[in-house]
């Protein structure tokens, strides 16, 4: 793609960044094929190449974002699948996350939407507050229908929406410590807390630590470490994403200098593909560019590190029908697609690939809360490709994929290493129903 930027524009870092990007498209289209807003609205500019369009014309021409820019951004999921469809190699993340920036510097939003994003930005991140916040939902989920019917309101009825029931307890295994493990030393990782995961499903972590420990690996969760930053960074809030990223640079950091780190473990895929990226955000700053180079290169989601370890003979699950839900954040943020799978057949399971994987769920960090409409087609598709491989369970390695499929099915959906850990002699996952093994039901 030709452009036509000045000398003066290319002097700023990001804007220089973005034009190397743009001059990698060549029109061809492939992403379009596979963009879930494009397959699901049909509209140019809903798709990479219309939104590549956008960008390009606003940063070219030095303008403040406007209405229908933003509407087109605020649209798309950063599902990333176009980055693994272009032969280009054209790197979209960074560019729409440069055009979220700019947005946001540049365009006053309405103000329930203003208000919206702020107590995102104010909430998700602090388990703390979003567990007291949870809580309150239970008040006001008899208003969800009264919201839903006003536009400005939708997201506030999305997040009632998605609010579960009832809260667990706070996980001891959240705390900062060290939990040792057990027989000869095998390695010594890590384990990214995060924010919204240990309120919603604090046993992912559990099983993490239970799993490892089991097989001889230490794990630390260290002290002062926080969000990884995703959910703001994904809102153009590049102050607040980079200030995540710092604190938990230094948290990581401690311990690599106390002890070393053979990886820093991550068990939500949308967290780890901001980490692996943390090199990225703050290369231009020079107290943190070679550390956060340093903690992307040891960042590992869990299914990564267990592959590289061998694991003990399988006790639990053998028989049962998964269906694997890859994460966008998993296959196309951090292209793992056959590890996790390769763990669950070789722990017993039969796996089966839904039709259309590459598509999102809808979940996307906040984006079923702000674009609750779109989200909920992408979710109803998805449950209706898993639903066609009739599977017992479904397994996934992201706690936001995990609450948006849940919404839209009866069949039980649990975290991979939950049932890793399982299988290895661990706890039943927390929701798996009793279910017979294919095999036994035959014979009976």
Sequence with gaps: MQTNFTAEQLADSGVAESEKILRKCVHCGFCTATCPTYVTLGNELDSPRGRIYLIKDMLENDRPADKQVVTHIDRCLSCLSCMTTCPSGVNYMHLVDHARVHIEKTYRRPLMNRITRALLALVLPYPGRLRASLHAARLGRPFAPLFRAVPGLKPMAA??????????????????????????????????????????????????????????????????????????????????????????IDAWMREIDRGGLDAIIITASGCGTTIKDYGYMLREDPAYAEKAERVSALARDITEYLATLEMPEPVNGAGLVVAYHSACSMQHGQKITVQPKALLKAAGFTVKDPPEGHLCCGSAGVYNILQPEIARTLRDRKVKNIERTKPDLIATGNIGCITQIAGGTDIPIIHTVELLDWVYGGTRPEGLPAIKPRELEAAE
Excluded at 159 to 170: E, I, N
Excluded at 178 to 185: D, L, N, P, R, V
Excluded at 202 to 218: F, S
């Design 159 to 248: 997040m009632l929406d998605l609010a579960p029931a009832s809260v667990p307890r706070a996980s001891d295994f959240a705390r900062p410590g060290t939990h040792a493990g057990a027989g000869q030393k095998r390695g010594r990782v890590a384990i990214l807390t995060g924010c919204a995961q240990p309120v919603l499903k604090p046993g992912i972590n559990e099983a993490t630590v239970r799993l490892l420990n089991r097989i001889g690996v230490e794990v630390v969760v260290p002290e002062g470490e926080g969000c990884c930053g995703s959910l703001v960074h994904h809102m153009g809030r590049e102050h607040d994403a980079l200030a995540a990223a710092r604190q938990n």
